[in-house]
């Protein structure tokens, strides 16, 4: 087989994360038009992402976050995003770099985009997942508040973690 001295892997991967940083900035420009929201799952410990400690304690390795009505300050860079989300009625800023991102979905469309790390080891999907939902529209049994998107940090929404089972169609 040849040498791929091209690297279409990597032009590939670069674009797709360029679709991720668009969509997010039309996001932040606009808001969500529609029904559409993300999944956004990264590495927690990669170079460059920004949680606190407590939520790094809780999501050592790969965290989950849902984008949908309850984030605020959606700011877009070259190479991360910022974005303010409220966890158990905490809020919290976390920055995260593109490069640590390892999948992306929009449900409402049932697009997604998966991305491997940047030392080249896969990150499988697991059926399981754990997602740390700063999101109302999850089961009524997740969350308890329904609040819009431009809700402040103490509206009193919170997040929980739920199943991306739950999300699932069977």
Do not use: C
């Amino acid at each position: 087989m040849a040498t791929d001295l091209i690297r279409y892997d990597v032009l590939t991967r670069d674009a797709l994360r360029g679709v991720l940083r668009q969509v997010l900035t039309d996001a932040a420009a606009h808001g969500l038009p529609g029904e559409h929201h993300f999944y956004i799952t990264f590495l927690s410990t990669a170079d460059g992402v920004k949680i606190s400690p407590r939520l790094l304690s809780q999501y050592p390795k790969e965290m989950t976050i849902i984008l949908q009505h309850q984030f605020w300050d959606l700011v877009v860079a070259e190479d991360h995003f910022e974005v303010g989300l409220s966890f158990s009625g905490i809020p919290e800023r976390l920055v995260v770099p593109f490069n640590a991102i390892t999948r992306f979905f929009d449900p409402s469309v049932q697009f997604g985009l998966q991305f491997e790390t940047s030392d080249g080891a896969a990150s499988e999907l697991a059926t399981t997942s754990e997602v740390a939902a700063a999101s109302p529209d999850v089961p009524p049994a997740a969350t308890d508040t329904q609040d819009g998107p431009d809700e402040p940090p103490h509206s009193g929404g919170g997040a929980e973690v739920v199943r991306l089972d739950r999300f699932r169609k069977k």
